[in-house]
Nanobody, 119 residues
Framework: QVQLVESGGGLVQAGGSLRLSCAASGSGFSIIAMGWYRQAPGQERELVASITNRGSTNVADSVKGRFTISRDNAKNTVYLQMNSLKPEDTALFHC?????????????WGQGTQVTVSS
């Protein structure tokens, strides 16, 4: 079982920055990828950015050039540096981790951290 603990959300003015962190803990797991998703009120959850344990990244077009995802494999921690934040970035951000167990890939989710960007 993997537990995810998120931190770093908050209230920021447009143009500001925030850094989200997500630490995975547990025992006997093999995490192959971690990432961040977000869900705004009335909208579906969407991928923001993800990174594999080999460092390959996938970043949503809406945040390219503004958000950067990185990972510390030794700490099983993923970071999301968010710059030039816009009011439309306001959402509940969830950390995701994918664990490989033989042929099966399991998904784990954090409880979420709120990001609010004021205009």
């Amino acid at each position: 079982q993997v537990q995810l603990v998120e931190s770093g959300g908050g209230l920021v003015q447009a143009g500001g920055s925030l850094r989200l962190s997500c630490a995975a803990s547990g025992s006997g797991f093999s995490i192959i990828a971690m990432g961040w998703y977000r869900q705004a009120p009335g909208q579906e959850r969407e991928l923001v950015a993800s990174i594999t344990n080999r460092g390959s990244t996938n970043v949503a077009d809406s945040v390219k050039g503004r958000f950067t995802i990185s990972r510390d494999n030794a700490k099983n921690t993923v970071y999301l540096q968010m710059n030039s934040l816009k009011p439309e970035d306001t959402a509940l951000f969830h950390c995701n981790a994918q664990e490989k167990r033989g042929p099966v890939t399991l998904n784990y989710w954090g409880q979420g951290t709120q990001v609010t960007v004021s205009s």
